[in-house]
């Protein structure tokens, strides 16, 4: 990859979003990690480990990247606030330049939730029900700045005449739902529809826009329960590390990606 290329990773402080940080800076661009240090998931289930990540330091992973001899920075802001996707584009402009690279990771995930409340999942959770206050934070994040975020990265790519771009969106649930996440699947069937019309409207210009399934990832929530589920059930093969979900972002990031647009690339 060019060292040219400027990427911003959302959600970037932890599992998938570092992973493709530290992956695209491994493949040479430079990088802004942003990041939201989450508060404690409303599921009393959810690991611990999860939690400790949630609340980790994007800057650790700006660091560990600089020490590899690459090139990033890092910048806390909440992506619910609709003035966060211009800051970002600022900021990332004015330390390492112009962006062609954009991966919306981030999540507002809280919580699972049910039509159904009080049904346990099939790892053994306790879904709560729907709310309004769950909708707004997960949509206002999975698919408000998901949406925000494209629509800077192309008015800015058009206003400089740009002819390169990538975009990498992370899928979950799928075309028939999720049950016991529904809010979180509606958010990313949202996101999912944003990331295909770019690739149509912006195909033109030199961009590709992809989504990416990931398999049941280990980002610190995967117990016993979640790996006998994966073995057992027909739909997923293996439980990945992060690093294997970035390695997929990376190259579709790159220049032998160029033909691959409008895609869900579903990895099991």
């Not at 480990?49 to 700006?62: E, I, K, L, P």
């Not at 990332?92 to 112009?98: C, F």
């Not at 002819?163 to 899928?171: D, K, N």
Request: charged share 20%.
């Amino acid at each position: 990859m060019s060292p040219r290329h400027v990427a911003i990773v959302t959600g970037a402080n932890h599992g998938i979003g570092a992973a493709a940080a530290e992956q695209l800076a491994a493949d040479g661009a430079a990088v802004l990690v942003a990041f939201l240090r989450g508060r404690v998931a409303e599921d009393t289930n959810t690991p611990e480990g999860y939690q400790r990540n949630r609340m980790s330091d994007g800057g650790d992973v700006a660091a560990r990247i600089i020490a590899a001899g690459g090139n990033a920075v890092a910048i806390e802001a909440d992506l619910l606030d609709p003035a966060t996707p211009a800051r970002l584009f600022d900021a990332a402009e004015d330390a390492l330049g112009p962006v062609d690279i954009l991966v919306n990771n981030a999540t507002g995930w809280a919580s699972g939730d049910s039509f159904t409340a009080g049904t346990v999942d099939p790892v053994g959770r306790t879904t709560p029900g729907v709310t309004a206050d769950l909708f707004d934070r997960t949509f206002g994040v999975d698919a408000r700045a998901g949406a925000l975020m494209i629509a800077e990265f192309s008015s800015r790519l058009v206003a400089r005449d740009g002819t390169w771009g990538r975009i990498v969106g992370l899928a979950s649930g799928g075309p028939h739902g999720f049950p016991s996440e529904v809010t979180y699947g509606a958010a990313k069937a949202a996101l999912e529809n944003y990331t295909m019309s770019a690739a149509l409207e912006l195909g033109r210009r030199g961009v590709t826009a992809n989504m990416i399934h990931p398999p049941i990832t280990d980002t610190g929530w995967v117990n016993d329960a979640v790996r006998q589920f994966a073995a057992t059930d027909s739909e997923h093969f293996h439980v990945a590390e992060p690093a294997e979900v970035g390695r997929v972002i990376g190259w579709l990031c790159g220049d032998d990606a160029r033909m691959v647009s409008g895609n869900i690339i579903r990895m099991r």
